[in-house]
């Protein structure tokens, strides 16, 4: 049998790794995650601004889907965030428009936002 993946786009900040790889383990029961980071990617998806940023993400995100059959992309923003430092409120609302946007990719995947809170807890948004 072979063993499942979910893609991750998360922030660089190392302190939310973990949290991410543990919730995309636990909750949508994947054997493997892949992760794609980038400073505050929550910001840079639902801006929509820096394409040459966002099509090195959507890249890497085929690489896992294509290579590794991953069913399943989580888009994930973090308290305290240096790349984008605002507050839960906006990040939620960044986070429900990044899932907007990665599902225009037509990637045929579930597509999840998820926020890592102050205490490096992770919330489906």
């Known amino acids: 049998m072979g063993k499942s993946f979910a893609t991750t786009i998360n922030c ?7 949290p ?10 994947v054997d493997y995650v892949d992760l794609i980071t980038e400073p505050g990617p929550d910001k840079v998806l639902s801006e ?25 992309v989580i888009i994930a923003g973090h308290h305290d965030c240096a790349a984008n430092p605002v507050e839960k ?9 990044a ?4 599902k225009k990719w037509n990637l045929k995947v579930d597509v999840y936002g998820v ?3 102050e205490d490096w807890k992770t919330e489906l948004i």
């Not at 991410?20 to 029961?29: D, G, H, N, T, V």
């Not at 929509?48 to 399943?72: C, F, P, W, Y």
Request: charge should be positive; hydrophobic fraction near 40%.
């Open 48 to 72: 929509n601004k820096a394409l040459d940023i966002i099509e090195s993400i959507k890249r890497r995100t085929l690489v896992s889907i294509e290579k590794h059959g991953s069913k399943v």
């Open 89 to 97: 409120e906006e990040h939620c609302r960044q986070i429900n428009e």
């Open 12 to 18: 660089i900040d190392g302190r939310v790794q973990k």
């Open 115 to 117: 926020w890592v809170n």
């Open 99 to 102: 899932v907007q946007s990665i």
């Open 20 to 29: 991410i790889i543990e919730f995309a383990i636990r909750q949508l029961k």
